[in-house]
């Protein structure tokens, strides 16, 4: 019996997270997120990248990523492990404009944001 509340209990939670997904708002070069579920602390991650994430290309670029687990430039896996390596990259080119917590704080909002859009 315990057994089947506890299981009864993980299927909600996966199914709560299932429903949730990604809340994307606008489409091309309008794409962006609906914050209002992110905790505070992505909150906090997505206001840097709304601001610094949009210097050479739109927001579109990261959110198709996020939703379909493939880099839509290069064709790249984009999980979990592919996250830290793309804002360093993107760090890197010239004029990124973007300190090192700016890019960890974007890097953490993509994880974050990996697990909602469930891969
Ligand atoms: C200085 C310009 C610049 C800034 C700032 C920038 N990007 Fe990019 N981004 C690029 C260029 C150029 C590409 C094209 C693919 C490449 O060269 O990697 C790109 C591609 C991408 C891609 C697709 C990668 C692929 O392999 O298909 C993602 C995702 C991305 N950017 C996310 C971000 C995020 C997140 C930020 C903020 C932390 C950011 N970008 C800031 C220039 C920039």
Known sequence: MKKGIFLLFLLCLFSTAAH???RVIGRGDNMRL???????A???NYEIMR???VKCHTLERTIVAI???VAPITGQLFDRSATRAYGIKMLRKPDSNMSKPEVKATVDLMNYLLDVAQH
Do not use: I
């Open 51 to 53: 601001v610094r994430c």
């Open 42 to 44: 992505m909150k906090a």
């Open 67 to 69: 939703q379909t687990g």
């Open 20 to 22: 949730a997904g990604l």
């Open 34 to 40: 609906d914050p209002s579920a992110f905790p505070p």
